[in-house]
T-cell receptor, first 111, second 112 residues
Framework: QKEVEQNSGPLSVPEGAIASLNCTYSDRVSQSFFWYRQYSGKSPELIMSIYSNGDKEDGRFTAQLNKASQYVSLLIRDSQPSDSATYLCAVSSGGYQKVTFGTGTKLQVIP | DGGITQSPKYLFRKEGQNVTLSCEQNLNHDAMYWYRQDPGQGLRLIYYSQIVNDFQKGDIAEGYSVSREKKESFPLTVTSAQKNPTAFYLC???????????FGSGTRLTVV
């Protein structure tokens, strides 16, 4: 069983719609959860961190965490073509413990 | 501006050669990491270091070596023992506490 699972996609949404990206993880002691955006041929860029159950909003992005269900999601409101990228979910048990990445979901925003 | 610098951006290696990938950070981060990314496989951890002069193997350390003589620098050597080295290599650093990584721009290594 993979430690961090994501649907590889592609997930296609029309411009202006809400994109919903999902991630599940297997390690119950995980404490820190991250979403990275990676454009083709580029390195990942951290866009959201979340540490406690509930929602965290930052501009058009909302991260949602449910530790009981071991589930993390990222919502992108008013999706733009520039949001087209691969989104990596990452999980850590804290401190300097390694961060484990999912394989990523490719998002395509259609103009 | 603070950040992580990886060099070179592209690297070509002949079979049987060792090559060293450079990673330098000026973020004053204690921990540094090397990941490898292959298509469809996500990021896999090669080595990581939490303090100077100390480092640990990650999930796929075979055929690789590292050193951490300075806080700012964490070079990765891809040895001839690595059978399939063609990949995108990413260096990252992290500040103390439960924070996310900052990544360098990556080095794309190709065996010719």
């Amino acid at each position: 069983q993979k430690e961090v699972e994501q649907n590889s996609g592609p997930l296609s949404v029309p411009e202006g719609a809400i994109a919903s990206l999902n991630c599940t993880y297997s390690d119950r002691v995980s404490q820190s959860f991250f979403w990275y955006r990676q454009y083709s041929g580029k390195s990942p860029e951290l866009i959201m961190s979340i540490y406690s159950n509930g929602d965290k909003e930052d501009g058009r992005f909302t991260a949602q965490l449910n530790k009981a269900s071991q589930y993390v999601s990222l919502l992108i409101r008013d999706s733009q073509p520039s949001d087209s990228a691969t989104y990596l979910c990452a999980v850590s048990s804290g401190g300097y413990q390694k961060v484990t990445f999912g394989t990523g979901t490719k998002l395509q925003v259609i103009p | 501006d603070g950040g992580i610098t990886q060099s070179p951006k592209y690297l070509f290696r002949k079979e049987g050669q060792n090559v060293t990938l450079s990673c330098e950070q000026n973020l004053n981060h204690d921990a540094m990491y090397w990941y490898r990314q292959d298509p469809g496989q996500g990021l896999r951890l090669i080595y990581y270091s939490q303090i100077v002069n100390d480092f640990q193997k990650g999930d796929i350390a075979e055929g690789y070596s590292v050193s951490r003589e300075k806080k700012e620098s964490f070079p990765l050597t891809v040895t001839s023992a690595q059978k399939n080295p063609t990949a995108f290599y990413l260096c990252a650093s992290r500040r103390q506490g439960s924070y996310g990584y900052t990544f360098g721009s990556g080095t794309r290594l190709t065996v010719v």
